[in-house]
């Protein structure tokens, strides 16, 4: 007979908890801004400046478009997400699958976190960094302005 799992303890559990807040937070915020129709500014719907970077030199920033296409994907439209900033697609989508992950630690103690957290290798963070890259000319390349 096998022995029972291991399960994580209440350190593990208060842990996957603030993540699990954190992602829902971020997912909340999204879901209550409107996407903004030019594929970018929904940020100033938190209350923040326009973006410097298009005002000095009308072009679009690295994380241009990132917080349009969050509130895109919070409210169901994928499509439209994919269109304002096609990595903020998919950073949206990641973190819902870390907040529900991150609840079934809180609720079961599984150790999936542990499993997770041995996906950010050095590897996997250059692969983030050149998927931005690809993301921000993407944008570059449809940006009007």
């Known amino acids: 007979m096998l022995p029972p799992p291991r399960r994580v303890g209440r350190g593990g559990r ?14 909340v915020l999204a879901a209550r ?9 929904t940020h100033r ?28 994907a919070a409210n169901l439209d994928f499509l439209g997400a994919l269109r304002a ?14 907040f529900w992950g991150a609840v079934h630690v809180v609720l079961t103690g599984s150790r999936l976190g542990a499993v997770g957290a041995t996906m950010a290798t050095p590897r996997a963070l250059w692969a983030l960094g050149g998927l931005a890259a690809l993301a921000w000319a993407y944008k570059l390349a449809t940006w009007t302005g």
């Not at 908890?17 to 937070?25: E, M, S």
């Not at 801004?33 to 500014?41: I, K, R, V």
């Open 45 to 72: 719907g938190l209350g923040l400046p326009p973006c410097g970077w298009v005002i000095a030199f009308d072009k679009p920033c690295p994380t241009c478009g990132m917080t349009t296409s969050w509130a895109h």
């Open 85 to 98: 900033q096609p990595l903020g697609a998919a950073l949206a989508l990641l973190t819902t699958v870390i």
């Open 33 to 41: 801004l409107t996407p903004s129709p030019a594929g970018h500014g």
């Open 14 to 27: 208060a842990l996957a908890a603030v993540v699990a807040c954190v992602c829902l937070t971020l997912l």
